[in-house]
């Protein structure tokens, strides 16, 4: 049974960076029937996707967020993870990682989620 | 951008159907999925490609599309599905968020 797992602080101050890892047991991030990405929860309110990416690299990134963010891949740790700079209060929400099952720009969907980690922007 | 509609609430007697619906341009033209959240959950997909339901999710589970809209139908509602709703299409290369559904059983 596969499984992700969020890592990374909990608190970051306002205009530094967001680095979260999502480590995936089970099955392996190399396997080309899956794509990785990243969503995110802001408290007491909807889900917003950050974007996602293919174990060979290529990635799909949120317009709105795409100036500051970065997704990578590491397969010999079986990981990916998100870099999200210049962060603001406006950041401050629950980071899920998700293993997305169809294609991207069409029938993806996330099958497979993470429990989500809270991370609080804050001086 | 592209938006997808959602009722913020939507209420139903346990035994009842319940039916939630998703909106956007040209959505026949996407696949629609649908996710479950529980508070204090991540979100559990429910149904994906408009109609498919994944291994484990209860058959009372169902989506449909039509036109500009999509629906996830849920038959003998139970007291456990209660919990918020969101679609999720594709446009272009971005994932949108329908703004999520309250379902009350009352």
């Known amino acids: 049974q596969q499984q992700l797992q969020e890592s990374g602080p909990g608190l970051v101050k306002p205009s530094e960076t967001l680095s979260l890892t999502c480590s995936v047991s089970?099955?392996?991030?190399?396997?080309?029937?899956?794509?990785w990405g990243w969503i995110r929860q802001p408290p007491g309110k909807g889900l917003e996707w950050i974007g996602n990416?293919?174990?060979?690299?290529?990635?799909y990134y949120n317009a709105a967020l795409k100036s500051r963010v970065t997704i990578s891949v590491d397969t010999s740790r079986n990981q990916f993870s998100l870099r999200l700079t210049s962060v603001t209060a406006a950041d401050t929400a629950v980071y899920y990682c998700a293993r997305q099952i169809g294609y991207s720009g069409s029938s993806g969907a996330s099958d497979m989620w993470g429990q989500g980690t809270m991370v609080l922007v804050s001086s | 951008s592209y938006e997808l509609t959602q009722p913020p609430s939507v209420s139903v007697s346990p035994g009842q159907t319940a039916s939630i619906s998703c909106s956007g341009e040209?959505?026949?033209?996407?696949?629609v999925c649908w996710y479950q959240q529980r508070p204090g959950h991540s979100p559990v997909l429910v149904i994906h490609q408009d109609t498919k339901r994944p291994s484990g999710i209860p058959e009372r589970f169902s989506g449909s599309s039509s036109g500009n809209a999509a629906t996830l139908t849920i038959s003998g509602t139970q007291a456990m599905d209660e919990a918020e709703y969101y679609c999720?299409?594709?446009?272009?290369?971005?994932?949108?968020f329908g703004g999520g559904t309250k379902l009350t059983v009352l």
């Open positions: 040209k959505l026949e033209n996407k696949y």
């Open positions: 990416i293919y174990y060979l690299g290529n990635t």
């Open positions: 089970g099955d392996s991030i190399s396997s080309s029937r899956y794509c």
């Open positions: 999720q299409a594709w446009d272009r290369s971005t994932v949108v």
